[in-house]
């Protein structure tokens, strides 16, 4: 059975960090994009980033370009969402999603996404 668990989140001030971890199980990373999404409350579930784990590609949407990265540890079948310089906009519940191919396929948008984790809910405070 395929899982994802994203965990991680939490309560931090602006300006500060977090890191985001998305463990899968019941399938192997390589041949898949493993997506970072986020859904702030009343707004539709946005496209954060995006890893081709076949070849490392990267995606970032505008708003998190410079201060968030990801990479990913494949003998642990996780992918690590870094935030940086948070800001209280970035307060939002983060899911972890995975699909088979490559991001462009499908990021940023979430609805081709095949796997799902529970989110991880991100507050940053003012």
């Known amino acids: 059975e395929v899982q994802l668990q994203a965990s991680g989140g939490g309560l931090v001030q602006a300006g500060g960090s977090l890191r985001l971890s998305c463990t899968a199980s019941?399938?192997?990373?390589?041949?898949?994009?493993i997506g970072w999404f986020r859904q702030a409350p009343g707004k539709e579930r946005e496209g954060v980033s995006c890893?081709?784990?076949?070849?490392?590609?990267?995606y970032f949407a505008d708003s998190v370009k410079g201060r968030f990265t990801i990479s990913s540890d494949n003998a642990k079948n996780t992918v690590y969402l870094q935030m940086s310089s948070l800001k209280p906009e970035d307060t939002a519940v983060y899911y972890c999603?995975?699909?088979?191919?490559?991001?462009?396929?499908?990021?940023?948008?979430?609805?081709?996404?095949?796997?799902w984790g529970e989110g991880t809910l991100v507050t940053v405070s003012s």
């Open positions: 999603a995975a699909a088979e191919g490559m991001c462009s396929y499908y990021y940023p948008y979430y609805y081709g996404m095949d796997h």
């Open positions: 890893m081709d784990i076949s070849d490392g590609s990267t």
């Open positions: 019941g399938f192997t990373f390589d041949g898949y994009a």
